[in-house]
């Protein structure tokens, strides 16, 4: 509460209000204002609340491995001031190099449901807590009534028919709490905590909504590949067969063989037309995460026959690990961050329903004016000052329950949180567990697409030729179309795990 957000005139009373009344509603109104701010006096102390933080910090570092490098794993003094990745980190522009993909999300950043629920949700958390915070303080109300009435003359000790009149005005503050115990001002913090945890889990949102945008628009480009990897090896089964054929008509090749060929033809058109629906698959996942439909300029480039597997620039920059992983993954990570304020406002309900055991005290107080004639009203004073202090004695222990229940609540989130840090050094450990060997499996998978090139090129001299059988090249360019669809499936792989990496270190 902050008096000022009231101002009123210093030294000077409402016209006709006696000094010495006016005196004493003000001294009422400090006194209130006084206990007020003593609120700290309630059952949740500062020093409950130091050991609530000492215990999250010791929950956060139960959860490192012992195998992580050595770090603090102190949390942060709150979620509202914890690092976090700015708006740029978070719409992935320290991650994506490809200026499609940019322009991609950030399509989906404007357009995305599940984006808009989280924004929503996040104003209404905002709503709330305003809500609360404006009811720790006094509501101030002015009042203004006529009050009219007819007595007839049979009635009237006058002996006559008399109308009598009353006008009022005033200003009053009506059972405002004085929250001696604390208990208002656990309810507001509640309501902080949970506008923050709804913050966090908006970015939590943004930042998952980053990375599936990316990994979907990796994995439309990788299925282009092989589509136009299996057109590549259709148009070159084709050829063969056309070979063959005339080689059977020239009695160098049995019906055997040509029926051989014509059996991979059909195998690998059946492969593109598989391809074909898949790639269509991934655009509608692709443009059902983005939220609308995408123009082709956008899209994923469609490689050219011949370079399926040639290694494109990569879409994803490598993200950079930061010092002290632990500890940067528990002040980074939003869902981290979310648990870590559910958890402070579950301590806060528990404050709040302790509180609840004590006395509560609330004061009604009001000045102003009353007269029987209008021109009068300004001329009399009137006030009136109604403290009372409730006492709950006898509720057959539903307040007790409910404190209870708050404690047990607020375990619960403890647990909840304990796990939610130690999935977060799971999702990191197997992150990097995949990036420590991608860069020789890609070199070892480009050498052996390269081996196997050479092969189905000397294969496919020796077979026109006539040295060697078609089953000798039909081995060779299905082991060259195994290693490229490796190569494909290897690269995606390189890239979706630096998408990771920047998920699950917080938009690092």
């Known amino acids: 509460m902050r008096p000022d ?3 009123t005139r210093p030294g000077r009373a409402p016209s006709g209000l006696p000094a010495r009344r006016a005196a004493s509603l003000a001294a009422a109104l400090a006194v209130g204002l006084t206990l007020s701010a003593c609120g700290t006096l309630g059952p949740d102390s500062a020093q409950q609340r ?5 215990q999250l910090q010791a929950q956060a570092a139960s959860a490192v491995p012992a195998d992580w490098p050595a770090a603090s794993a102190t949390l942060p003094a709150s979620p509202a001031s914890a690092p976090t990745a700015d708006a740029a980190a978070l719409e992935g522009q320290a991650l ?3 200026a499609r993909l940019r322009q991609v999300i950030a399509l989906a950043l404007q357009a995305n449901r599940d984006l808009r629920v989280a924004v929503f949700t996040l104003e209404q958390a905002r709503a709330t807590y305003r809500i609360q915070e404006a009811a720790s303080g006094p509501t101030l109300n002015a009042n203004a009534g006529l009050s009219a009435s007819r007595t007839p003359a049979e009635a009237s000790s006058a002996g006559r028919d008399t109308v009598s009149r009353a006008y009022s005005a005033g200003l009053g503050i009506s059972a405002w709490e004085i929250d001696l115990f604390n ?3 656990s309810l507001r913090d509640s309501a902080l905590q949970a506008y923050l945890a709804a913050e966090a889990t908006q970015r939590s949102t943004r930042l998952a909504l980053v990375a599936d945008v990316a990994t979907a628009w990796l994995t439309l480009g990788a299925d282009q590949q092989l589509l136009a ?8 089964q084709q050829q063969t067969l056309g070979l063959t054929e005339k080689r059977q008509a020239l009695g160098a090749a049995s019906g055997l063989t040509v029926a051989q060929t014509r059996a991979t033809v059909e195998s690998a058109r059946a492969s593109v037309a598989t391809y074909e629906s898949q790639v269509q698959r991934d655009r509608t996942a692709l443009e059902l995460l983005v939220g609308q439909r995408l123009p082709e300029a956008l899209l994923p480039p469609t490689p050219d026959s011949g370079t399926a597997t040639q290694a494109a620039v990569p879409a994803a920059a490598l993200v950079a690990l930061p010092e002290g992983l632990p500890s940067e993954v528990l002040r980074r990570r939003p869902d981290v961050q979310a648990a870590e304020a559910v958890v402070q406002g579950a301590q806060a309900d528990l404050a709040a329903a302790r509180a609840a055991l004590y006395p509560r005290i609330t004061l009604t107080a009001s000045a102003g004016t009353a007269s029987r004639s209008l021109e009068d009203l300004f001329q009399g004073g009137a006030w009136s000052f109604a403290p009372s202090v409730t006492l709950p004695l006898l509720d057959g222990g539903a307040a007790r329950t409910t404190a209870q229940k708050a404690e047990i609540t607020r375990d619960l989130r403890l647990a909840s949180y ?3 840090v130690q999935t977060a050094f799971k999702e990191v450990a197997d992150a990097l567990s995949v ?4 860069q020789q499996r890609l070199s070892a998978q480009q050498a052996l697409v390269e081996a196997n090139t050479q092969a189905v090129r000397l294969s496919q001299a020796r077979w026109q ?3 060697d059988g078609y089953l000798t090249l039909l081995d060779a360019q299905r082991s060259l179309l195994a290693a490229q669809q490796g190569l494909i499936s290897l690269q995606l792989t390189e890239q979706a795990n630096r998408v990771t990496l920047f998920k699950v270190l917080g938009g690092t």
Do not use: E, M, N, W
């Open 50 to 54: 130091a050991d609530a933080r000492a």
């Open 183 to 185: 208990r208002v001002g």
């Open 96 to 98: 994506v190099q490809d």
């Open 465 to 467: 030729a006539g040295a």
């Open 435 to 438: 990036r420590a060997s991608l």
């Open 418 to 420: 304990d796990k939610t």
């Open 5 to 7: 957000h009231y101002p």
């Open 229 to 236: 990897l299996y057109r590549q090896t259709l148009a070159s």
